[in-house]
């Protein structure tokens, strides 16, 4: 089973309409399911400080925020994540290049609180007073990294940045629910270079790289030598409207699915809730095993 957490709706949304099955892949709100939290707590007092201080994401944040003030949840962001999988003992996550770091700390911390608390006669005996196995608490999870083009998408305006929906500048992304003359507007005004012929993979030219590579997340059945030999003679003038025009063709199933799916609140909430019950009762058990496992004393 798959489950699918977030805390944006209309995220919710994008997923039902992009061919997620709510019966097979369980779709909720993640402070719909209070283990979250317990459990980030639990896995911080046993995760090193200088673990979560060298995350280059934190860094990277805490440095384009200009202030000193940066949020302690900023720092720990990243355990609150190891929490979201490590709940469900998933043994393979869909990440990006980028999500590596992260996902390296979950399976640095699940080593650390095997070590820390899965070992020992003391440990087996309160596992059987609970009436629980005393295997480790945690599965170990690996990354699913996808290599194929359109897996990492670069900003519009900086094809050396992830594009990110938290970036302050709208027209640096490209949103789901853009309409098609935004989408247009968009691609005609994103950074490119006045070089005539468009090529894969030259690190001088990182725009161009990451444009064909929406050129084909958006046109799945096509191959980067198909796509080259099409663009190797065009202008910046020409490729453009075709790359627009394939991204609003891409969208527009998509954003139709997503109008009709939206006026109906009864049904959304029903995915969330049928989601949080079946999440709930899986993070449930793992909480219960991680309290076992440092000692708790039950309220039973």
Known sequence: MIFLLTTDLTYIMHLCNAGIDPEKSKVFIQSHVPAHSELAWLLNCATPMNWVERMIQFKDKARKSGTDSVGVGLLTYPILMASDILLYQADRVPVGEDQRQHLELARDIVRRWTDLYNKGGAFKKRCKKAGIPSFP????????????????????????????????????RINILDPP????????????????????????????????????AVQPGRTKEDIAEEVKDMTWGEFKPVLAEAIV???????????????????????????????????????????????????D
Not at 141 to 161: F, H, N, Q, Y
Not at 183 to 204: F, H, M, P
Not at 273 to 284: V, Y
Not at 285 to 296: E, I, P, Q, S, Y
């Open 137 to 172: 608490t945690f599965t170990e999870p690996e990354a699913m990294i996808v290599k194929e083009g359109g897996a990492r998408i670069m900003s519009l305006s900086d094809g050396t940045s992830k594009m990110s929906k938290s970036d302050a500048n709208d027209n640096s």
């Open 181 to 216: 003359k935004v989408i247009r507007d968009k691609i005609k005004k994103c950074k490119t270079d006045a070089i005539v012929g468009l090529e894969w993979d030259n690190s001088e030219r990182p725009e161009v790289t990451n444009l064909l590579s929406i050129y084909q």
């Open 249 to 299: 063709a891409h969208l527009e199933p998509i954003q139709n699915r997503y109008h009709e799916i939206r006026k109906d609140e009864e049904y959304l909430m029903g995915v969330l809730r049928q989601g949080a019950d079946s999440a709930n009762e899986i993070a449930s058990k793992t909480l219960k095993a991680a309290r076992v496992a440092m000692g708790f004393v039950s309220r």
